[in-house]
């Protein structure tokens, strides 16, 4: 468990030193949901009304577009080699990757969303709920992305390849993410039912992901 | 350089009797389709015009008129859509369990075919849709699953585009297609959650609409039809593939031998 720790805390401390580019993600988080009223306009009622459904946009496209680096760097000076020849099984290092990723990139996703919630004129119980379901699902975002991230690795391709292949396959992720949010907001419809189906999406891409992306990088060479 | 380029591996002229295991060989594979394919395709024909005629036959809807006989194109290519995404599953586990560059042939050319069928399923979908629904597209269910399954087809093609090496992209797109193979019945299973809460399904009845037999038979044949239409442009489809490769190793050899 010591390299798994140890993996994580490298990956950790990449992210927040300089050129890690760990407030990337949220800056283009900002930057999409300012732009939405700019092109539906600054009706309140109507941006409360999509509210959540912007947010779970933003935070889908922001933690997918930060995905494509995560192997990257890692290839180019060489670390990547290291980890797949080091004794611990790939699956786990991929993990430790990618749970380091999102608390880096994800994470501050969730917690900038209840600021821009203000935004987006939602009230502070309903931001609660909208929070809590982007802290359950972003991690199948993060670990989905894996997938894609690995792949691109592999082919030594970057750029869009990455989100074409991955945001299909995001589409439970997002209807679950933003039905749980609308049935906190309007309380005609039960919390629990799609939130729940949300962390089993999360839990699910948890084990998926890792697997995938390792079976990806056995098969490179 | 792949195995199933060099044309040295073909074998010799043995006289022992085929079995399963020879289509593995590519140069056998090629000998055994090459005879098969034009009455694959005269079969196809054949079929197809019995399933038109038998269409043109059939009674129209007593709600809709002729434009349930959009019906016989749309469903079985909807079919073929979902049913190639699933050979395309059994043909990456070949590529990932045995290595086999047969497999990726297949792979790789069953997923435009598959696209294909997808998008005429769409085209279809929403061309009945405008007299029936009045709209060329709704957010149904169905057809959102559809444009789902079109736009990872869609994918994999960019996917296997995008890399210039085939068994590199072959690996590649394997880990993909099972991906996706996994995440496709939750894709159906969230789109058909989310459509019930966003309207509900007045269009299809619980069940599915009961079809009476004068207008299943059409449908059946023409099923046939398009899965013989498949089974012929896959099988042409690898032939090419496999002869392309060829050429390009020839090519790679011709330019490698100019360098000495």
Redesign the interface.
Known sequence: MTAFSALLMRDLRLAVRAGGGAGMGVLYFLIVVTLVPFAIGPELALLRRIGPAILWLGALLASLLTLDRLFAADREDGSLDLLLMAGMPLEIAIGAKALAHWLASALPLVIAAPVLGIFLNIEPRAMAAIAITLLAGTPALTFLGL?GA??AV??R?GGL?VP??I???T??VL??GV?ASEAAITTT?PFGTPFSILCA?SLMSVV?GPL?AA??FR??E | MDKIGSPQAAPGTSKRPLSVGDLANPSRFLSIVEPLLPWLAGATVLLMALGLNQVLAAPDDYQQGATVKIMYLHVPSAWLGMLCWGIMSIAALGT?VWRHPLADVAAKTAAPIGAAFTLICLITGSLWGRPTWGTYWVWDARLTSVL?LF??Y??VI??WR??EDPS??A??A???T???A??LP??K???D??NT?HQPASIFRAGGPTIAPSLLLPLVIMAIAFTLLFITLHLAAMRNEILRRRLRTLRLMQAQSAEH
Request: hydrophobic residues 80%; positive net charge; proline residues 4%.
């Open positions: 997938i690995a792949l592999t082919l391709r390849l074409v292949l945001l299909p396959l589409v439970p209807i679950f039905a419809m999406l998926v995938a079976v990806a098969h490179a | 990932l789902i736009l990872l869609l994918g960019a996917l995008t890399v590199r992209a690996r590649a394997a880990v993909f099972l991906v996706g996994l995440n939750i894709i299973f969230s789109v959650w989310w809460l």
